[in-house]
């Protein structure tokens, strides 16, 4: 069965850390580009942070830059995001993705296989 588990979220004071982690079952990450994406309650789903390819471009929101970072392990076939330097507006359920790559350099428009979601909630 094909499906993308996230886990790792959960209430943080603000200035913490989190590290979320999406297992992939039934096909391997390591060929797809990987995302992870955000939706606040009221609010439009954002992308928060990507990455192209195997070994291609990450790249991450503005809103993210500098706190946030995606990495990946093939051999367990996870994707990771760590988020550092938490605010209260990081608050969302955070969602990871898989989709075919399009380009070394390009994040695909659309995603294949989405995971579950997983609160994140950033408060004192």
């Known amino acids: 069965q094909v499906q993308l588990v996230e886990s790792g979220g959960g209430l943080v004071q603000p200035g913490g850390s989190l590290r979320l982690s999406c297992a992939a079952s039934?096909?391997?990450?390591?060929?797809?580009?990987i995302g992870w994406f955000r939706q606040a309650p009221g609010k439009e789903r954002e992308g928060v942070s990507c990455k192209s390819s195997r070994d291609g471009s990450t790249h991450y929101a503005d809103s993210v830059k500098g706190r946030f970072t995606i990495s990946r392990d093939n051999a367990q076939n996870t994707v990771y995001l760590q988020m550092n330097g938490l605010k209260t507006e990081d608050t969302a359920v955070y969602y990871c993705a898989a989709g075919i790559p399009i380009s070394p350099i390009r994040c695909p428009q659309t995603y294949t296989y989405w995971g579950q979601g997983t609160q994140v909630t950033v408060s004192s």
């Open positions: 039934g096909f391997s990450l390591e060929h797809y580009a």
